[in-house]
C-alpha cells in the first residue's frame, strides 16, 4: 500500500526554474499564491492559466508528475465546486427545479473558486518539486535571519523545518509498512465494521508515533555525535547567491502580479 506524498519529493531535471536560488523560488511562488486571490474576472482567469502553463513548461517538470502530487485536493475543489454552484444565488437564473436553483453568479463561482486555489496549489507543488529540502531549508534559514540577529533562534527554526520536510517521506512510508503489516494480521483498515476500521487506526497510530520516536531519538543521537550547538555560527558548503536569472526571475513574477491585480 503505497502513500504519495509529495512533500519533501524533488524532481530532478535541468530547468531554468530549478538553476534559480530557493529564495528566489519560494518568494516568487509566494507573490503567485497570493495574486491567484485578486483575479474575479474571465480575463484575469485566463491570464492565470497561461502563467501557470507557462511556469509548467518553464519548470519542464512533465503535467502528469505535477497532477499526481496535488490530486489528493481535487475531490475537495470538486465539493468547493458543488457547493458554489447550488448555495450562490447570484445572477440570473438557469436552471430551477424545486429547491434547487443554478444562477450565472453560481456557475461562474463554482468555476472561479476552484480554478484559483488549483492554480496556488500547483504553484506551490512546483516550488516543492524544483527544490531539494535542503535548498528550501537555506530559503527558510535566510528567512529567519531577522530573528536570530534579535537574538531569537532563527537557525534552529530553519533546522526544524529541513528536518520536518526530510521525514514527511519517512514517516509516509513507515505508515505504509505499517498498514502492510496490519493487514497481514487481518487488522486492514479499509474493512469491516467502523468500530474495527477505529481500532486497526489506532494500532497504526501507535506504531506510527512509537516509530516517530525511534526517528527522532536516532536522529538527536546523530547531532550529538557530530557535536551540534544551538546557537553557533555556521557557513554553507554551497552559499547562496543572487544572479542575473533571479532577477529575471523576479520582474517577471512582478509583471505577472501586476497584471492579474489589475485585471
Given at each position: 500500500m503505497a502513500l504519495r506524498i509529495c512533500v519533501g519529493q524533488y524532481y530532478a531535471t535541468d530547468s531554468p526554474i530549478h538553476r534559480l536560488d530557493p529564495r528566489t523560488k519560494a518568494a516568487c511562488a509566494l507573490a503567485l499564491m497570493l495574486?491567484?486571490?485578486?483575479?474575479?474576472?474571465?480575463?484575469?482567469?485566463?491570464?492565470?492559466?497561461?502563467?501557470?502553463?507557462?511556469?509548467?513548461?518553464?519548470?519542464?517538470?512533465p503535467a502528469g508528475e505535477v497532477l499526481s502530487s496535488v490530486r489528493g485536493v481535487l475531490w475537495v475543489l470538486l465539493v468547493l465546486a458543488v457547493f458554489n454552484l447550488l448555495l450562490v444565488r447570484d445572477g440570473s437564473a438557469l436552471l430551477a427545479a424545486g429547491p434547487i436553483m443554478i444562477t450565472t453568479g453560481g456557475a461562474w463561482s463554482a468555476v472561479l473558486y476552484p480554478v484559483r486555489v488549483f492554480a496556488a496549489i500547483v504553484v506551490g507543488a512546483l516550488l516543492l518539486l524544483t527544490t531539494t529540502p535542503t535548498e528550501l531549508g537555506d530559503a527558510f534559514d535566510?528567512?529567519?535571519?531577522?530573528?536570530?540577529?534579535?537574538?531569537?533562534?532563527?537557525?534552529?527554526?530553519?533546522?526544524?523545518?529541513?528536518?520536518?520536510?526530510?521525514?514527511?517521506?519517512?514517516?509516509?512510508?513507515?505508515?505504509?509498512?505499517?498498514?502492510?503489516?496490519?493487514?497481514?494480521?487481518?487488522?486492514?483498515?479499509?474493512?469491516?465494521?467502523?468500530?474495527?476500521?477505529?481500532?486497526?487506526?489506532?494500532?497504526?497510530?501507535?506504531?506510527?508515533?512509537?516509530?516517530?520516536?525511534?526517528?527522532?531519538?536516532?536522529?538527536?543521537?546523530?547531532?550529538?555525535?557530530?557535536?551540534?550547538?544551538?546557537?553557533?555560527?555556521?557557513?554553507?558548503?554551497?552559499?547562496?547567491?543572487?544572479?542575473?536569472?533571479?532577477?529575471?526571475?523576479?520582474?517577471?513574477?512582478?509583471?505577472?502580479?501586476?497584471?492579474?491585480?489589475?485585471?
Open positions: 495574486a491567484t486571490f485578486f483575479v474575479r474576472a474571465p480575463l484575469g482567469l485566463a491570464v492565470l492559466a497561461a502563467c501557470v502553463i507557462a511556469l509548467l513548461a518553464a519548470a519542464r517538470v535566510a528567512a529567519c535571519s531577522p530573528l536570530t540577529r534579535l537574538g531569537l533562534p532563527g537557525h534552529e527554526l530553519a533546522m526544524v523545518f529541513s528536518l520536518m520536510l526530510r521525514f514527511i517521506p519517512t514517516l509516509a512510508n513507515d505508515a505504509s509498512a505499517i498498514m502492510d503489516a496490519q493487514v497481514a494480521r487481518g487488522g486492514e483498515v479499509a474493512r469491516g465494521s467502523l468500530g474495527r476500521r477505529l481500532r486497526a487506526i489506532g494500532s497504526v497510530l501507535v506504531a506510527l508515533m512509537a516509530s516517530s520516536m525511534r526517528h527522532a531519538d536516532d536522529l538527536a543521537r546523530a547531532l550529538d555525535a557530530r557535536c551540534y550547538e544551538s546557537g553557533a555560527t555556521r557557513s554553507r558548503w554551497h552559499p547562496l547567491r543572487f544572479g542575473a536569472r533571479d532577477a529575471v526571475a523576479f520582474a517577471t513574477t512582478a509583471g505577472m502580479v501586476a497584471l492579474l491585480v489589475a485585471l
